[in-house]
């Protein structure tokens, strides 16, 4: 039997050239529908990646009662001012509490692929925010200088959005600002916004001294009870939701994530119905072609679960090079090429796409099951070719 089914295989595969405009078509339908959902789940993986790398365990997160998201809360300077004395917050060298009032407001930047409109983070912060953000570093240039109107922006800001170079002057809204920095965050999503001093966002947004969020170095990760018990107990402060840094990030992209992968996979299924009928037909047409060769075969001893494991190899074949080709293509038309979506804050993250080995391998699983199914019918034809087609005239 395995003798068999390897000599008919062969034939089969030797054949093909003679079958080059269907094979091909099929094998092109199947990289079409594993570079679709590839494409979709390296944005979903890339994604995810930049957000899980945000955030700290020791770091917290506090913002108004019920908020959920920096954008919707307001907190005072007051309230600042007693977190700032709570229990658990960490301190420098020089017995200064390791906090970080900050504003969050949004602007408009121009994206360079599209050179379209999009929203951009900008975000006031005071000295101690970047020894909040462990991977913090100015690539270039220096900090921005308190009380002027000077920003510093993430390198995924200046990859993605148009005149964010140093030494520039840029407008965002009715406000010119000078870029005097460039700053990394190892590929977090800080690395998508723009910092300027809290101080100089309060005065030219009419925000008052209000704040959105409060950031705070723990001693420990343990220490967020009891800065929640302090904060919970003390009648200076309303009520407040504080959340360990890293899962508030990670609570902020799952849904997003979820989505992006929800429309990948059912319209790479709906893709694969139309690849799975030019696999049927393909594989139909190739037993048709060769009635009388297989009658043939069958009629000096080959048995009919050779021909049917032949014919079911060869789809198979067929389907793991569409695969393949699909999965490379992807890989060198995506992997780490830049993009950026909507985030939590209804401004643009940006992020790299990422093809990883398991979504590869989700794309293999599908094409295989693509060839197994377009071939499975013919297969069973093949196998069951009357031997009398044998003497059937051309």
Known sequence: MLKQTSAITMMNLRSLPQRAGMSLATVLSIALVVGVLLGFLAMANGFQKTVDGTGSEDVAVILRGGSQAELNSVLTADQFRVIETAPGIAVDSDGNALISAELYVVVDGIKKDLGTEANLPMRGVGLQAPRLRGQFELTAGRMFE????????????????????????????????????????????????????????????????????IRARLTSPEAITGLEEFAANDPRINELDIFNEKDFYAGQSGALTQVITL?????????????????????????????????????????????????????????????????????????????????????????????????IMAGMILAVIIGFLGGLVPAIRSATVPLLTVHRSD
């Open 146 to 213: 308190t009380g002027t109107n000077e920003i510093v922006a993430g390198e995924a800001v200046l990859d993605a959005f148009e005149g964010f170079e140093l030494g520039q002057t840029i407008r965002l809204g009715s406000n010119e600002w000078q870029v005097v920095g460039l700053f990394s965050t190892g590929g977090t999503v800080f690395e998508s916004e723009l910092w300027a001093d809290i101080g100089v966002v309060q005065n030219l947004y009419q925000r008052g001294s209000s704040l959105q969020s």
């Open 263 to 359: 429309i990948g996979w059912p319209l790479a299924i709906i893709m694969a119905i139309g690849a799975f009928a030019g696999a049927w037909n393909a594989m139909y047409s190739s037993v048709d072609a060769r009635m009388r060769e297989i009658a043939t075969l069958r009629a000096i001893g080959f048995s009919g679960g050779a021909a049917a494991m032949g014919t079911l190899i060869e789809s198979l074949v067929l389907s793991a090079i569409g695969g393949l080709i699909g999965a490379v293509g992807t890989y060198l038309l995506f992997n780490g090429a830049s993009a950026a979506t909507l985030g939590a804050g209804f401004t643009q993250v940006v992020f790299s796409f990422a093809v990883t080995g398991e979504s």
